[in-house]
């Protein structure tokens, strides 16, 4: 590599690292009921052309429906176009082009007829050269999204599901690993979430590196604001608090 890069790979064997999440909690319609009724098993697989489609014509409409409600940043996303610019990304990266490409991640769950349909969707660039904590790669979490209530009502009908953004951020620090690297993320929060998605993120476990005298990244020289990072230690404390919700033997692709 030399992409300055000095921190130690946590898993050196790619064998060993963990699987990605294969359940999340579910809840029912009841008022002010938010106990988990049970773990539905989900599936997070490589985003396709056909996954991006169903959303943009399905989900979309709901989320920016559901946005008169609640405030969301994706809202007003286009995510074909999303889809796109990974192509873009890995087009203008040569040097993680073969290795390390950017790509899609999709959670996939069975809805009230026992049909798969994506319930979330990420996508990340595995080694992103950077200026955050220092200078060197952090897997960047790039745009993410999950399945609003008015969906598990129309959809699932009975039963809806928690944790699915969380579940997309563990896969996150799995790429981070996967990818030879200490499980970091950097972030973007895109200022339509407010304030409230800040502090979504701060729960996690995300800080803002504050703003930049020296650009974020080589192509992002004039928005220095609003990024986050998410350091290695926080990054193994999600991965042992998700343990509970992997499938034992399992490896992820």
């Not at 898993?11 to 294969?22: L, N, Q, R, S, T």
């Not at 790669?137 to 699932?156: C, D, L, M, N």
């Not at 944790?163 to 499980?183: P, Q, T, W």
Request: glycine share 8%; charged share 25%.
């Amino acid at each position: 590599e030399s992409d300055h890069d000095t921190s130690e790979a946590i898993y050196p064997d790619p064998a060993k690292v963990p699987p990605y999440v294969a359940f999340v909690e579910a809840s029912s319609f009841k008022p002010g009921d938010r106990e988990s009724v049970g773990q539905v098993e989900v599936e997070i697989v490589r985003m396709t052309a056909g996954h991006v489609e169903w959303w943009h014509d399905t989900m979309q409409p709901m989320i920016k429906a559901s946005s008169e409600l609640e405030s969301r940043a994706d809202a007003k996303w286009n995510w074909i176009r999303n889809f796109n610019l990974l192509n873009v990304h890995n087009l203008g990266h040569l040097s993680t082009r073969s290795a390390h490409p950017a790509f899609g991640l999709t959670m996939i769950a069975p809805n009230a007829a026992g049909e798969p349909v994506p319930v979330g969707m990420m996508t990340l660039v595995p080694r992103y050269l950077c200026n955050s904590d220092r200078f060197g790669s952090k897997t960047y979490t790039w745009f993410v999204s999950s399945a609003p209530e008015s969906f598990y009502r129309e959809y699932f009908k009975k039963l809806k599901l928690h944790g699915v953004g969380k579940a997309l951020f563990d896969a996150a620090i799995i790429a981070s690993y996967r990818a030879g690297l200490d499980g970091s993320l950097l972030l973007h929060a895109a200022p339509e979430g407010g304030k409230e998605l800040v502090s979504l993120y701060e729960g996690m476990g995300f800080k803002s590196i504050g703003s930049r005298l020296l650009p974020v990244t080589l192509f992002r020289w004039i928005d220095r604001k609003g990024y986050m990072l998410l350091q290695a230690k926080a990054a193994a404390r999600i991965i042992k608090r998700n343990d509970g919700y992997r499938r034992k033997g399992y490896v992820a692709d």
